[in-house]
């Protein structure tokens, strides 16, 4: 295998479950104000921009989580990841930049308090939508990243290919 390639998405029950509660949640408010003329909170019937912001905010969120998508591709330049919509342009790592590279298990709650664009004192920087494998960089500078991954094995053999060389 020469590149690995991996695209990444929040499929989890509990994600699922959460949008599904925003949408039982837009149907009862637009039901009490469309179809029982009531308010609901401090916007009321009458209140087109009041409902039109929850609206629009209900909608918004529901969308936010399909959106994120963590894209990793691995190859003889090095890692390239992108993390939607966080990062709007795909980031290259070297590998000359980087003192280790390998495949990981590791606690995402523990570790890194969860799973997303994450941050920990001492274990560096994660993004992960799920699992607990994952790539681990450790740059020559000393900081580290770790790069979500459900695709361990693939990861491993492409970073053993090109990640030996610049290692000896």
Same mark, same amino acid.
């Given at each position: 295998m020469?590149? #690995?390639?991996?695209?990444?998405? #929040?499929?989890? !029950? !509990?994600?699922?479950?959460?949008? /599904? $509660?925003?949408?039982?949640? /837009?149907i009862?408010?637009?039901?009490?104000?469309?179809?029982?003329?009531? +308010?609901? =909170?401090?916007?009321? +019937?009458? &209140? $087109?921009?009041?409902?039109?912001?929850?609206?629009?905010?209900?909608? /918004?969120?529901? %969308?936010?989580?399909?959106?994120?998508? /963590?894209?990793?591709?691995? &190859?003889?330049?090095?890692?390239?990841?992108?993390?939607?919509?966080?990062?709007?342009?795909?980031?290259?790592?070297? !590998? $000359?930049?980087?003192?280790?590279?390998?495949?990981?298990?590791?606690?995402?709650?523990?570790?890194?308090?969860g799973? =997303?664009?994450?941050?920990?004192? =001492? @274990?560096?920087? %994660?993004?992960?939508?799920? =699992?607990? *494998?994952g790539?681990?960089?450790?740059?020559?500078?000393?900081k580290?990243?770790?790069?979500?991954t459900q @695709?361990?094995? &693939? +990861?491993? @053999?492409?970073?053993?290919?090109? #990640? *030996?060389?610049? &290692?000896?």
């Amino acid at each position: 295998m020469r590149v #690995f390639n991996e695209t990444q998405r #929040f499929t989890q !029950w !509990w994600v699922h479950l959460m949008n /599904l $509660s925003l949408l039982v949640l /837009l149907i009862y408010l637009v039901y009490n104000w469309y179809i029982l003329k009531e +308010a609901v =909170g401090n916007v009321s +019937a009458q &209140d $087109s921009t009041g409902q039109l912001v929850v609206i629009i905010v209900l909608l /918004l969120s529901m %969308a936010l989580i399909y959106m994120f998508r /963590l894209i990793t591709t691995i &190859d003889e330049i090095g890692i390239h990841y992108q993390f939607l919509p966080i990062n709007m342009s795909k980031k290259t790592i070297r !590998w $000359s930049t980087l003192k280790n590279c390998y495949v990981r298990t590791y606690n995402p709650i523990k570790e890194y308090g969860g799973w =997303g664009y994450r941050m920990s004192f =001492g @274990k560096g920087r %994660a993004l992960n939508v799920k =699992g607990n *494998k994952g790539i681990q960089l450790e740059f020559d500078n000393g900081k580290k990243l770790l790069i979500g991954t459900q @695709k361990e094995e &693939d +990861a491993q @053999k492409v970073i053993e290919r090109y #990640f *030996k060389t610049y &290692d000896e």
